[in-house]
């Protein structure tokens, strides 16, 4: 029997709830590893996972026997659950509801793998808000501005 074959590229952007600036430089690589090993137990491929102190993008390549929500939900509540059993923050720590998520051709790889490498440079400039925004216009994605991220900027 013909097996089937495909890669689909995927681009996750979520927040930490509020928006708050709780993931330090200290241990966010850290965690940023822990959602690398979540995507790899699931059988897909982390092509990398990186952001800044309240959000985080997440590339991958997906196979089709994994769905787009199931992926995010683990990836979410596991790296939440991680960071609570760690103590680093007070209180407890969640990400907030929602995601956006954006698809890409195999030659776009290396320009996407960049653009996350490169978040703390590319916050200098613009916000994430203009950032989020400017994905969903250029994706041509239909939204409610009352049901996007909490914005702080």
Do not use: C
């Amino acid at each position: 029997m013909a097996g089937t074959y495909s890669q689909i590229y995927i681009q996750y952007v979520f927040t930490v709830k509020g928006r708050r600036n709780l993931l330090e430089k200290t241990w966010r690589q850290e965690v940023f590893k822990y959602m690398a090993g979540i995507i790899k137990a699931k059988d897909q491929k982390s092509i990398i996972v990186n952001g800044t102190a309240d959000h985080v993008h997440v590339f991958v390549g997906l196979k089709p026997s994994m769905s787009i929500s199931d992926l995010i939900r683990d990836i979410k509540n596991n790296s939440s659950k991680f960071i609570n059993e760690q103590g680093w923050v007070n209180g407890k720590f969640s990400w907030q509801e929602g995601y956006g998520v954006f698809s890409y051709a195999h030659s776009q790889i290396e320009n996407v793998y960049q653009y996350i490498l490169k978040q703390e440079e590319h916050h200098r400039r613009k916000t994430f808000r203009d950032e989020y925004l400017d994905f969903l216009q250029k994706f041509d994605v239909e939204y409610d501005e009352k049901y996007l991220f909490d914005w702080l900027d």
